[in-house]
């Protein structure tokens, strides 16, 4: 594995939409809807400058609606059997179409998803879609299933309530509606809905007369179990149940569409052994698709890891944890307790803080402040190699506290409501208004991230957790501080979290143990804070102790190598004492000098406060339209408001487009390198703004051109 896995969750019709009259429960009409179109390339590299590997597009597959798309030939369906406006993404109508929702033009929607997997990938990311096996939508019907492919309950023998080929589940009556509050409380009392025999519900309700608190908008899939025998549950899977094929063709048909993966809803109310069989044929013949699995039964964790299954949610063990543990209702040394817990398969789950079923961070049901959380997202991505997933606005502090609609004010995103969100439109789409907070919450987000996916040893390395060598003492709380090890070959990482209010001048001890079982040697190195840059010299020692001065709510990543001696790899000295705008405002002028002029970095500048000089060696005089788009683009660039961040590599292994003869001969064997978003990197170890709109107005000044050396001078200014 050369990238740690990381999961961007978009709920697909909210995402875009910039629609912000949020008319509760209003139509699509009043309230607007994203588009598959929104995601286009400036939205993607966003998406993929921030860290991440792949992107789960919740939503896409046709569901159950109250708007009317008959027009384009699909069915309408009854309200009454839909929850909320929009209906729920989990109430599959056509499992072989494309949400009308989310279409430009309606009738070419599969056209546009296509596009958006090709762009998505153009972009470096994989695709993720929702697998939904366990229930459709009452009023199922496909309408786009390919030739010769039968509908789900197509031959049902519905005078059977259980049968092995069936698709269904049967009752001996109709359904009976009344139980649910919807229909009592409906404005047109004559309107109705016939459904004879009824079907069982989703949440495995067999009678004729569910309720508000079953899933009564959906039908549940016959995967051959008998749940109403009379003596007991049984199973039929010889031969092969009908619904397994019908589902495993499913798989296949989206696979063919180029999706890399599937979250495959409720996972565990669908039987394992159909799993085995499906995953089995699916990667046979794409084996590069994943399979997560949304399983909430920590004891069935292994059954579905053999069964095929590449990732499971990690919901009841570490998601509670680290919830409550933000909350203050559990001690931070409890996480040792859950990674311990699942045992052999740890990289088998998926590790997460926000989902489209859980509360928001920064809702006053979970703690009110994403900040807060910070500790506990870097503990999350970078505790073990295994998946992080994140939910589209957690990164910029999305609160979920509105009443939507279906959805009432209970610190979730709705799922069933036509709605837009002002954090994903301002950080996206409108960065002019994204509040400084937000700004600032993304950017910690970016770096956490960014290490995740870029660092061997999180990645790849090894783990070792600090908890059991460090007991309360007043160098270290275990109640709100959290520490572990990871190491790949020669680099280390000690990774130190403080879930606190308060500043903490702790005293991490590093066992015996922990040299022995990582090979790492007792010597002085010295150690860079990632998130920070700042660098302090540590001896290492058996059973000694690594001090570190965590911030409220933050934590310290400190990489350093084992490879050499101290003074072979310690940054070379920096005596310029830069301000910091111009000097950011310096690596972006390099990287638009050359994409314009296919030129080299500069070689000779002179950058400070009042204002700057930097030359560079053209093949011709830059005319004055390209001298004014010059200072244009610049502009852009910072209005941008790209992250700066940066990380610590060999300088053996710079990454692709550094070039290594530009280092001075005595550059040491650590080399810091400054990432602009995905516009510009060079190795830099002067100091910058954090983000590209920290940097002001750009204003060139003034040109000058040598015609015999070809030196082409610019002299510019930030104004703050």
Known sequence: MDKKIVIYQ?????????????KVAGSVAENGVGKLNDFDATVLRHIHDMGITHVWYTGVIRHATQTDYSTYGIPRQNPLVVKGVAGSPYAIADYYDIDPDLAENVDERMQEFEHLVERTHKAGMKVIIDFVPN??????????????????????????????????????????????????????????????PAKATGNDRFDNRPSDNDWYETVKLNYGVDYCNGRGRSYHFDPIPNTWAKMTDILLFWASKGVDGFRCDMAEMVPSSFWRYATTVVKNRYPQIDFIGEVYDGNQYHTFVDSGFDYLYDKVGMYDCIRDVICGRRP??????????????????????????????????????????????????????????????????????????????????????YWSLDTLRNGYFDRRHISKDAKALAVQYQQILRIANREKAVYDGEFFDLMYVNPA????????????????????????????????????????????????????????????????????????????????????????????ETADYLFNE??????????????????????????????NAHVERKKSKISYILDHKPARQEEKAIEQQMQQLIDADLPV????????????????????????????????????????????????????????????????????????????
């Open 574 to 603: 920096h005596n310029k004492e830069e301000f910091p705008p111009a000097h950011t405002a310096e690596h972006l002028l390099n990287q638009v000098m050359v994409r314009m002029f296919g030129c080299e970095r500069s070689r």
């Open 332 to 417: 931070a040394s409890a996480i040792t307790y859950q990674w311990q817990t699942v045992g052999d398969i740890a990289q088998h789950m998926l590790y997460f803080l926000e989902n489209h079923d859980e509360q928001r961070i920064a809702s006053d049901f979970f703690c009110g402040d994403a900040k807060k959380a910070i500790p506990g997202v870097v503990v999350s991505a970078l505790l073990m190699r295994n998946p992080f997933m994140l939910y589209a606005g957690q990164e910029f502090g999305e609160k979920g506290m509105d009443a939507e609609g279906f959805s009432g004010r209970d610190g979730r995103t709705t799922i069933f409501d």
């Open 10 to 22: 978009i709920f697909t019709r909210l995402f875009g939409n910039r629609n912000t009259t949020r």
């Open 135 to 196: 229930h459709v939508a009452r009023e199922y019907h496909s309408i786009k299933k390919p030739a010769g492919v039968k509908d789900l309950g197509e031959d049902d023998n519905q005078g059977m309530n259980f049968s092995p080929q069936n698709n269904f589940y049967y009752s001996d009556y109709q359904l009976d509606l009344s139980g649910v509050s919807a229909y009592r409380n409906r404005e047109d009392k004559e309107a109705d809905y016939i459904e004879n």
């Open 473 to 564: 003492s007043q160098h270290f709380n275990p109640r709100v501080n959290y520490a572990f090890l990871r190491k790949a070959a020669n680099e280390v990482l000690m990774v130190v979290t403080n879930f606190s209010a308060d500043r903490m001048n702790l005293k991490v001890m590093i066992p015996e143990h922990a040299f022995n079982f990582l090979n790492i040697p007792e010597t002085t190195v010295e150690a860079v804070d990632l998130l920070t840059g700042e660098q302090q010299t540590i001896t290492l020692q058996k059973d000694g102790m690594f001090p570190a001065d965590v911030r409220p709510y933050s934590a310290r990543i400190f990489k350093f190598s084992i490879m050499k």
């Open 645 to 720: 961040t940066f990380e610590v590599v060999d300088k053996d292994n710079l990454p692709k487009g550094i070039d290594k003869s530009r280092l001075p001969e005595d550059a040491s064997q650590q080399v810091r390198l400054v990432r602009i978003g995905d516009f510009d990197v060079c190795p830099c170890i002067g100091k910058h703004v954090r983000s590209t709109s920290q940097i002001g107005r750009f204003e060139l000044l003034g040109t000058n051109w040598d015609e015999q050396t070809h030196s082409f001078r610019i002299r510019f200014k930030v104004v703050q």
